[in-house]
């Protein structure tokens, strides 16, 4: 088992995982849409042990023999890549959004099974978990809960459709062919980045830090209060890590560390870093859009994870170092 292709290998969460899989010895494969583009796979290139181990393939989700290129002589795959939602909004999520998601993990379970793959790992999200106008307020959600596809529709919610039509495709995929799959469903996911442009998850927090919306000055603007469930992107590679290597491993795994509403965590962060500009107005909590995850499935398994304050502390830090909260950081974001 110590040959693994992780798909989408530039992005935050993936580079995580491959850092930590070249620190066991594995050798890996990663895709990669443009391994000349630098700006977004170059920290690759840096990683301990990357130069003997790490070999990048081009290929796109939808490119069928790309990824059977990437897969020949795999043990097992980590199945990362997927559209997430940027601050600019799609405008054809179907194509954008949903497409790459659903038909891509049918493409790569597809060439897992072509290359007998032994084990896959699916990186899903608590988006798919969550989003259920009938699930009691306040009760806490496990592997057994979905969102409903008909409910992400009707408001909009592409990324979770599209998380959650992909799981439930690579779960009707593996049954009917008998792949070993396992996939893995992470809340919200913060930390320090490793690759050089902002992804969607780190723009959360650098928005509180920015004020990025000018919601302290501007009574008028409130930012929503939910309850806001994180895990960090080095516990959420362990917990892949996990899933991979544990033979016993089977099913959906929720991982995620903390939930706390939105103006609490706001309140957290201040009180480390006291000398940005934080929101002030908050709206009334929005119980649609709040969950709160139960994590034990996983912590059975060996799993476990770091204070809070570290992910906040070690986050602002990679942030400040890289330069995304000064001035020359907003323009980044915005292009983003
Ligand atoms: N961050 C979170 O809070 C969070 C929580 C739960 C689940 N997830 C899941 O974790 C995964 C990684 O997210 P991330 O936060 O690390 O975001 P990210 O940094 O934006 O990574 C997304 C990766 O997917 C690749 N990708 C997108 N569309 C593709 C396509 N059509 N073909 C090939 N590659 C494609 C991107 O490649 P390019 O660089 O070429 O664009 C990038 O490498 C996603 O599946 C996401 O749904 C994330």
């Known amino acids: 088992m110590d040959r693994v292709c992780v798909t989408g290998a530039g992005g935050f969460i993936a580079s995580w995982v491959i850092k930590l899989l070249l620190s066991k010895g594995y050798i890996v494969h990663g895709t990669v849409r443009d391994p000349c583009n630098e700006e977004k796979n ?15 393939f081009k290929t796109d989700l939808l490119n069928y023999e790309g990824l059977c290129a990437a897969f020949a002589g795999c043990d097992g795959v980590i199945h990362i890549a997927s559209p997430v939602p940027g601050i600019v909004p ?3 999520p179907q194509t954008e959004m949903l497409d790459p998601a659903i038909l891509g993990t049918r493409n790569v379970l597809d060439a ?7 084990k896959v790992v699916v990186m899903s999200s608590a988006t798919a978990v969550m989003f259920n106008p009938n699930w009691p307020s306040g009760l806490e959600m496990d592997e057994s809960c979905w969102s409903d596809p008909e409910f992400c529709k009707a408001n909009e919610k592409w990324y979770s459709l599209s998380k959650t039509l992909a799981e439930r495709e690579a779960w009707e995929y593996a049954k009917k062919v008998g792949l070993n799959i396992v996939t893995i469903c992470p809340s919200a996911t913060l930390g320090p980045m490793l690759q050089q442009n ?5 723009f959360l ?3 509180y830090v920015k004020d990025l919306e000018g919601r302290s000055s501007d009574e008028t603007k409130k930012t929503e209060d939910v309850e806001r469930a994180v895990v960090d992107v080095r516990d959420l590679a362990d917990a892949i890590l996990l899933l991979y290597e544990k033979q ?37 909590p929005n119980k649609t859009e709040s969950a709160l995850f139960n994590s034990k499935k996983l912590l059975n398994l060996g799993w476990n ?13 990679n942030y400040e170092e890289a330069g995304v909260l000064d001035t020359k950081g907003i323009e980044l ?3 983003f």
């Open 42 to 56: 170059g920290h690759l290139k840096k990683l301990e042990n990357a130069k003997e181990k790490l070999h990048l």
């Open 90 to 92: 799609s405008d054809d």
């Open 112 to 118: 897992c099974l072509e290359f007998k793959v032994k």
């Open 198 to 202: 902002i992804n969607g998850s780190s």
């Open 205 to 207: 927090l650098v928005s």
């Open 248 to 284: 016993e491993s089977e099913g959906r795994y929720i991982c995620s560390s903390y939930s706390l509403m939105t103006r609490d965590f706001v309140a957290k962060v201040q009180s480390m870093f006291p000398h940005y500009d934080y929101p002030k107005n908050f709206t009334e």
């Open 305 to 317: 994870y770091r204070p809070l304050e570290e992910t906040i502390s070690d986050s602002i830090t």
């Open 333 to 335: 974001e915005i292009k």
